[in-house]
T-cell receptor, first 112, second 113 residues
Framework: AQSVSQHNHHVILSEAASLELGCNYS??????LFWYVQYPGQHLQLLLK??????LVKGIKGFEAEFIKSKFSFNLRKPSVQWSDTAEYFC??????????FGPGTSLSVIP | NAGVTQTPKFQVLKTGQSMTLQCAQD?????MSWYRQDPGMGLRLIHY???????DQGEVPNGYNVSRSTTEDFPLRLLSAAPSQTSVYFC????????????FGPGTRLTVT
Protein backbone atom coordinates (compact mmCIF):
# COMPACT_ATOMS: atom_id res chain seq x y z
CA ALA A 1 0.00 0.00 0.00
CA GLN A 2 1.09 3.53 -0.67
CA SER A 3 2.19 5.65 2.25
CA VAL A 4 3.41 9.19 2.67
CA SER A 5 5.76 10.42 5.37
CA GLN A 6 6.60 13.98 6.27
CA HIS A 7 9.90 14.55 8.00
CA ASN A 8 8.92 17.13 10.55
CA HIS A 9 5.87 17.33 12.75
CA HIS A 10 6.40 20.96 13.71
CA VAL A 11 8.72 23.57 12.22
CA ILE A 12 9.35 27.00 13.70
CA LEU A 13 11.01 29.69 11.57
CA SER A 14 11.61 33.41 11.77
CA GLU A 15 10.26 35.65 9.04
CA ALA A 16 12.50 35.81 5.95
CA ALA A 17 14.03 32.41 6.69
CA SER A 18 14.02 29.81 3.95
CA LEU A 19 11.68 26.85 4.18
CA GLU A 20 12.04 23.26 3.13
CA LEU A 21 9.50 20.65 4.19
CA GLY A 22 10.33 17.05 3.46
CA CYS A 23 7.97 14.50 1.93
CA ASN A 24 8.68 10.90 0.97
CA TYR A 25 6.34 8.32 -0.48
CA SER A 26 6.52 4.58 -0.76
CA UNK A 27 5.04 3.77 -4.17
CA UNK A 28 7.52 2.87 -6.94
CA UNK A 29 5.47 3.37 -10.07
CA UNK A 30 4.13 6.47 -11.77
CA UNK A 31 2.75 8.88 -9.20
CA UNK A 32 0.95 12.19 -9.00
CA LEU A 33 2.15 14.39 -6.13
CA PHE A 34 0.51 17.26 -4.31
CA TRP A 35 1.06 19.79 -1.56
CA TYR A 36 -1.91 21.25 0.28
CA VAL A 37 -2.02 24.00 2.89
CA GLN A 38 -4.51 24.54 5.69
CA TYR A 39 -4.41 27.98 7.30
CA PRO A 40 -5.71 28.21 10.87
CA GLY A 41 -9.46 27.73 10.92
CA GLN A 42 -9.71 27.32 7.17
CA HIS A 43 -10.20 24.47 4.75
CA LEU A 44 -7.51 22.85 2.66
CA GLN A 45 -6.17 24.56 -0.43
CA LEU A 46 -4.11 23.05 -3.21
CA LEU A 47 -0.66 24.68 -3.34
CA LEU A 48 0.79 22.77 -6.26
CA LYS A 49 0.72 19.47 -8.08
CA UNK A 50 3.06 17.34 -10.14
CA UNK A 51 1.89 14.94 -12.82
CA UNK A 52 4.82 14.75 -15.25
CA UNK A 53 7.43 16.85 -17.00
CA UNK A 54 9.69 19.39 -15.29
CA UNK A 55 10.37 18.01 -11.82
CA LEU A 56 10.54 21.53 -10.38
CA VAL A 57 6.95 22.66 -9.90
CA LYS A 58 5.91 26.19 -9.07
CA GLY A 59 2.74 26.76 -7.11
CA ILE A 60 0.80 29.60 -5.62
CA LYS A 61 2.04 32.08 -2.98
CA GLY A 62 5.71 31.65 -3.98
CA PHE A 63 5.96 27.96 -3.13
CA GLU A 64 7.75 25.39 -5.24
CA ALA A 65 8.46 21.68 -4.95
CA GLU A 66 11.01 19.37 -6.48
CA PHE A 67 10.25 15.81 -7.47
CA ILE A 68 13.29 13.53 -7.12
CA LYS A 69 12.23 10.14 -8.42
CA SER A 70 15.34 8.30 -7.24
CA LYS A 71 14.72 9.47 -3.69
CA PHE A 72 10.91 9.07 -3.78
CA SER A 73 10.76 12.63 -2.52
CA PHE A 74 8.70 15.74 -3.21
CA ASN A 75 10.01 18.47 -0.92
CA LEU A 76 8.28 21.83 -0.59
CA ARG A 77 10.35 25.01 -0.59
CA LYS A 78 9.95 28.73 -0.21
CA PRO A 79 12.93 31.10 -0.22
CA SER A 80 11.57 33.57 2.34
CA VAL A 81 8.63 32.85 4.61
CA GLN A 82 6.17 35.35 6.02
CA TRP A 83 4.08 35.28 9.18
CA SER A 84 1.05 34.62 6.96
CA ASP A 85 2.59 31.27 5.93
CA THR A 86 1.83 29.90 9.40
CA ALA A 87 -0.28 26.86 8.59
CA GLU A 88 -0.36 23.10 8.37
CA TYR A 89 1.12 21.60 5.20
CA PHE A 90 0.14 18.25 3.79
CA CYS A 91 1.94 16.23 1.17
CA UNK A 92 -0.21 13.79 -0.81
CA UNK A 93 0.37 11.10 -3.42
CA UNK A 94 -1.63 8.82 -5.65
CA UNK A 95 -1.32 6.51 -8.56
CA UNK A 96 -2.84 8.32 -11.56
CA UNK A 97 -6.64 8.49 -11.21
CA UNK A 98 -6.52 6.50 -7.97
CA UNK A 99 -7.28 7.56 -4.39
CA UNK A 100 -5.22 10.38 -2.90
CA UNK A 101 -3.22 9.41 0.18
CA PHE A 102 -2.27 12.24 2.52
CA GLY A 103 0.75 12.50 4.78
CA PRO A 104 0.35 13.30 8.49
CA GLY A 105 1.08 16.99 7.99
CA THR A 106 3.73 19.45 9.14
CA SER A 107 2.75 22.40 11.26
CA LEU A 108 4.69 25.55 10.36
CA SER A 109 4.90 28.47 12.77
CA VAL A 110 6.52 31.66 11.49
CA ILE A 111 7.65 34.10 14.14
CA PRO A 112 7.52 37.80 13.20
CA ASN B 1 -20.88 30.03 -6.70
CA ALA B 2 -20.96 29.01 -3.05
CA GLY B 3 -18.35 26.31 -3.69
CA VAL B 4 -18.45 23.32 -1.35
CA THR B 5 -20.71 23.77 1.66
CA GLN B 6 -21.00 21.56 4.72
CA THR B 7 -23.50 21.46 7.53
CA PRO B 8 -23.43 21.46 10.47
CA LYS B 9 -20.14 23.13 11.46
CA PHE B 10 -20.16 21.54 14.91
CA GLN B 11 -22.00 18.54 16.32
CA VAL B 12 -21.95 16.61 19.57
CA LEU B 13 -23.43 13.12 19.59
CA LYS B 14 -23.87 10.46 22.20
CA THR B 15 -22.54 6.99 21.53
CA GLY B 16 -25.04 5.01 19.48
CA GLN B 17 -26.80 7.99 17.93
CA SER B 18 -26.98 8.36 14.19
CA MET B 19 -26.72 11.48 12.08
CA THR B 20 -26.03 12.75 8.58
CA LEU B 21 -23.33 15.23 7.64
CA GLN B 22 -24.38 17.25 4.64
CA CYS B 23 -22.16 18.24 1.73
CA ALA B 24 -23.24 20.14 -1.33
CA GLN B 25 -21.50 21.79 -4.26
CA ASP B 26 -22.93 24.07 -6.90
CA UNK B 27 -20.13 23.72 -9.46
CA UNK B 28 -21.54 20.65 -11.25
CA UNK B 29 -18.54 18.56 -10.17
CA UNK B 30 -18.79 14.86 -10.87
CA UNK B 31 -16.21 13.78 -8.31
CA MET B 32 -16.79 14.16 -4.58
CA SER B 33 -15.26 12.65 -1.48
CA TRP B 34 -15.33 12.57 2.29
CA TYR B 35 -12.19 12.72 4.45
CA ARG B 36 -11.66 12.69 8.17
CA GLN B 37 -8.80 14.61 9.73
CA ASP B 38 -7.22 13.43 12.96
CA PRO B 39 -4.14 14.91 14.69
CA GLY B 40 -0.91 13.34 13.45
CA MET B 41 -2.69 11.23 10.85
CA GLY B 42 -3.42 13.71 8.10
CA LEU B 43 -6.56 13.18 6.07
CA ARG B 44 -7.96 9.74 5.47
CA LEU B 45 -10.45 8.95 2.74
CA ILE B 46 -13.78 7.57 3.95
CA HIS B 47 -15.86 7.30 0.76
CA TYR B 48 -15.86 8.87 -2.65
CA UNK B 49 -18.12 9.20 -5.67
CA UNK B 50 -17.35 9.52 -9.37
CA UNK B 51 -20.86 10.59 -10.33
CA UNK B 52 -24.51 10.41 -9.38
CA UNK B 53 -25.40 6.87 -8.36
CA UNK B 54 -21.77 5.72 -8.08
CA UNK B 55 -19.89 5.49 -4.79
CA ASP B 56 -16.92 3.53 -3.51
CA GLN B 57 -15.04 2.94 -0.28
CA GLY B 58 -11.88 4.69 0.77
CA GLU B 59 -9.34 3.81 3.45
CA VAL B 60 -11.63 4.00 6.51
CA PRO B 61 -15.23 3.28 5.44
CA ASN B 62 -16.42 1.26 8.45
CA GLY B 63 -19.26 2.90 10.35
CA TYR B 64 -20.13 5.28 7.53
CA ASN B 65 -22.55 5.17 4.61
CA VAL B 66 -22.88 7.45 1.62
CA SER B 67 -25.20 7.89 -1.30
CA ARG B 68 -25.13 10.14 -4.36
CA SER B 69 -28.62 10.63 -5.69
CA THR B 70 -27.79 13.98 -7.31
CA THR B 71 -24.64 15.60 -8.67
CA GLU B 72 -24.87 18.37 -6.08
CA ASP B 73 -25.22 16.43 -2.83
CA PHE B 74 -23.05 13.82 -1.13
CA PRO B 75 -24.25 13.16 2.43
CA LEU B 76 -22.26 11.08 4.91
CA ARG B 77 -24.24 9.00 7.39
CA LEU B 78 -22.96 7.77 10.71
CA LEU B 79 -25.01 4.72 11.53
CA SER B 80 -24.21 4.32 15.23
CA ALA B 81 -21.74 6.90 16.46
CA ALA B 82 -18.68 5.79 18.42
CA PRO B 83 -16.07 7.88 20.28
CA SER B 84 -13.51 6.77 17.65
CA GLN B 85 -15.47 8.81 15.12
CA THR B 86 -14.66 12.03 16.93
CA SER B 87 -12.88 13.97 14.20
CA VAL B 88 -13.08 16.81 11.73
CA TYR B 89 -14.81 15.81 8.50
CA PHE B 90 -14.08 17.43 5.17
CA CYS B 91 -15.95 17.08 1.93
CA UNK B 92 -14.08 17.71 -1.32
CA UNK B 93 -15.01 17.96 -4.98
CA UNK B 94 -13.32 17.98 -8.35
CA UNK B 95 -14.46 18.92 -11.80
CA UNK B 96 -11.80 17.35 -13.89
CA UNK B 97 -11.23 13.75 -14.76
CA UNK B 98 -7.85 13.98 -13.07
CA UNK B 99 -9.84 14.14 -9.80
CA UNK B 100 -7.47 16.55 -8.14
CA UNK B 101 -9.27 17.67 -5.00
CA UNK B 102 -9.15 21.41 -5.50
CA UNK B 103 -12.25 22.39 -3.59
CA PHE B 104 -12.71 21.52 0.05
CA GLY B 105 -15.58 22.42 2.31
CA PRO B 106 -15.08 24.24 5.63
CA GLY B 107 -15.36 21.05 7.68
CA THR B 108 -17.63 19.61 10.35
CA ARG B 109 -16.18 19.12 13.83
CA LEU B 110 -17.85 16.08 15.38
CA THR B 111 -17.52 14.98 18.99
CA VAL B 112 -18.93 11.67 20.16
CA THR B 113 -19.26 11.24 23.90
Amino acid sequence: AQSVSQHNHHVILSEAASLELGCNYSYGGTVNLFWYVQYPGQHLQLLLKYFSGDPLVKGIKGFEAEFIKSKFSFNLRKPSVQWSDTAEYFCAVRKPYDKVIFGPGTSLSVIP
Amino acid sequence: NAGVTQTPKFQVLKTGQSMTLQCAQDMNHEYMSWYRQDPGMGLRLIHYSVGAGITDQGEVPNGYNVSRSTTEDFPLRLLSAAPSQTSVYFCASSLSRDRVWQYFGPGTRLTVT
